[in-house]
């Protein structure tokens, strides 16, 4: 774990066992407890009505975001040769155990899916699917991912990638933050594409991310509100906490919190002006990503990029399965 003081640019190695220390007593740490579902399926296209054929053509599907109770949006591929109408099934040893209708395209080259309807349609996904790890990572899910590609707190399904700043947390850490006199509570924010986008244009201000779903807990927003009031610190436990909490407190204005849901797009960027969160915890990201904008806006640009370039010389792991660094 690195260690960034934002406000003189010094940075510090250290271990992430180490981080209830860094911790003030009175702080407030926010969780993403959203659990990844097993997002990625593989199918074969059923032929049209026009089409004698048996079901012929192996399809990608990659699940992003649940839209009602039998509709997903999803990345397929080979896009070009799905169209509207069209139905993929999903065998499992031959047997077909889900099926699925494409009801509608997106201009970003999204579909959506409409499944049909079953009993047990979590646990059929949960048998078919596979771990949406990130392309970064050129094997198959294993086993171990299925658990391992999970923050020790995910309770509520629907993310298509794990909250990464959060999969160094262990129950013995979270004991000592909490000892430390450290207020921890949770908020949910289902991770899409929308996390991960990388940025293709050169004006930042054209970004447009995909929208993700969330929800703040009566709790967690009471404690948020006491603490800010009182002017302790609300320590972010990833980029996905820190925009969720961002995006609630400039729905709100000046006034308190409150327990709701709904959907987010923020993009942070430098330039933004932070007023929910005073410290975060996040791992090192791919450049060129909403991320590293989010982190470079909070750290500032300067500081960011030289604690990076110190992480590159001292051979820090990047991405999902790497290092972190508490900015403060």
């Excluded at 409409?114 to 990130?134: I, S």
């Excluded at 262990?170 to 289902?190: D, F, K, S």
Aim: charge should be neutral; hydrophobic fraction near 40%; aromatic fraction near 8%.
């Amino acid at each position: 774990m690195l260690l960034l003081d934002r406000a003189t640019g010094i940075w510090k190695d250290d271990v992430f066992a180490h981080l209830p220390e860094c911790l003030r007593p009175g702080d407030v740490l926010v969780l993403n407890d959203s659990r990844v579902i097993r997002a990625r399926l593989f199918g074969l296209r059923t032929p049209r009505p026009d089409e004698q054929s048996a079901a012929t053509g192996r399809i990608e599907v990659f699940l992003t975001e649940q839209i009602d109770t039998w509709d997903w949006n999803a990345l397929v591929k080979p896009g070009r040769k799905l169209r509207v109408g069209d139905g993929i099934e999903f065998t499992d040893e031959g047997n077909t155990t889900l099926h699925a209708q494409i009801v509608a395209a997106s201009e970003r080259g999204e579909r959506t899916l409409r499944f049909g309807p079953v009993a047990d349609f979590e646990k059929r996904l949960d048998t078919l699917g596979h771990m949406p790890l990130p392309p970064y990572i050129h094997r198959g899910d294993r086993p171990s991912d299925r658990e391992r590609y999970q923050t020790i707190y995910a309770k509520r399904r629907g993310s298509a990638a794990a909250p990464t700043a959060g999969l160094h947390f262990t129950p013995e850490i979270l004991a000592q933050v909490r000892a430390a006199g450290v207020e921890v509570c949770t908020i949910t924010l289902h991770v899409g594409l929308g996390t991960f986008q990388p940025i293709r244009v050169a004006d930042t201000a054209q970004v447009r991310l995909h929208s993700e779903s969330y929800e703040i807990s009566e709790e967690c927003a009471e404690q948020i509100n006491a603490a800010r009031g009182e002017g302790r610190r609300i320590v972010a436990a990833g980029t996905t906490t820190t925009r969720t909490l961002e995006h609630c407190v400039a729905t709100v204005g000046d006034g308190p919190l409150r327990h709701h849901s709904g959907t987010t797009s923020i993009f942070i960027s430098p330039g933004f002006q932070f007023r929910a969160v005073d410290a975060l915890l996040t791992n090192f990201h791919l450049p060129q990503s909403t991320l590293i904008m989010l982190v470079s806006a909070f750290a500032g640009r300067d500081n960011t990029l030289a604690a990076y370039r110190h992480a590159v010389q001292m051979r820090y792991r990047f991405f999902s399965y790497g290092d972190c660094m508490f900015i403060s």
